[in-house]
């Protein structure tokens, strides 16, 4: 079920199994997309590492994921881009900037517990009637569905987190694994996101190592690296291209950075995936 407006706004929801699951490799520009796994198990490799969704699980992608399909039996997909709901300009409403979306280096999975199910069943029910709508107010009841879809699942992904947080350490870490996503090509240390955030490396520091988690350093270099890979095995950009595409000064300095974190050099890991 696909609804697009007359200014270029796309959402589509959908029932994904083994004889339409190519869908999930489109590309959709400023494209989010959530997943669904209702049956069995879904074997996914995003940007060839494995995950591994049990029933119930969810699932956030970018449009800059590359998914190639293991295993699957039985998926929902709800896709949305930029024109229909903008989580940015969303998000003192949602809070899912940096949470389920444009969280650097990590792809959240996130576990509806038996006590939610319900509410996520009924509000795909909701979903598929209003979009067989067709009166000046669909795309507002889609909008508000879908914020609300949104809320639920950051909710849950807050819940589910390894250590609750005070909501300013919360907010801090966020929206630094935003501001990754958006500059890790030509800001690569901690300092330069620390002024973006008004804060001291430190005090920065501190924030993530309440999370007994990786270090912002860590994510900033694996957010890099991660493209780098994508890089390498999707596209046909020589490796020094690809060194100046994410901000290295020199390929020998690219190569490096990506033999050190890799353990073999671009070009063997270009091959190894190829």
Not at 177 to 187: A, G, I, R
Not at 234 to 241: D, G, Q, T
Not at 256 to 263: A, L, S, T
């Amino acid at each position: 079920m696909k609804f697009i407006g007359i200014t270029e706004e796309y959402l589509i929801l959908k029932d994904i199994g083994t004889d339409n699951h190519d869908i999930l490799k489109e590309k959709i520009k400023s494209s989010l997309s959530i997943l669904w796994n209702t049956e069995g198990e879904t074997v996914l490799l995003i940007d060839k590492v494995e995950y591994r969704l049990k029933k119930d699980q969810l699932i956030f992608l970018t449009e800059f994921h590359n998914v190639e399909i293991k295993k699957i039996d039985m998926l929902r997909m709800v896709r949305f881009n930029r024109p229909f709901y903008c989580i940015k300009d969303h998000d003192n409403e949602i809070g899912c900037k940096g949470v389920l979306f444009y969280g650097a280096s990590k792809v959240p999975i996130v576990n509806i517990p038996d006590d939610e199910l319900e509410k996520f069943e009924l509000l795909w029910k909701m979903f598929k009637i209003e979009m067989q709508s067709r009166d000046k107010l669909q795309i507002e009841m889609l909008q508000m569905m879908l914020k609300r879809f949104i809320i639920l699942c950051t909710r849950l992904r807050k819940e589910q987190g390894e250590v609750q947080l005070d909501k300013e350490t919360h907010d801090v870490v966020r929206e630094f694994n935003f501001l990754v996503e958006m500059h890790f090509k030509t800001k690569h240390s901690v300092a330069e996101y620390a002024d973006l955030l008004n804060k001291s490396p430190k005090t920065l520091s501190n924030s993530f190592s309440k999370q007994n988690q990786k270090s912002p350093l860590q994510i900033i270099q694996e957010r890099i690296l991660l493209e780098a890979r994508r890089l390498l095995a999707y596209s046909e950009m020589a490796v020094k291209e690809i060194a100046y595409e994410i901000g290295f000064d020199s390929v020998q300095t690219f190569s490096r950075f990506f033999k050190n974190k890799e353990g073999i050099s671009p070009l063997e890991y270009r091959k190894r995936v190829a």
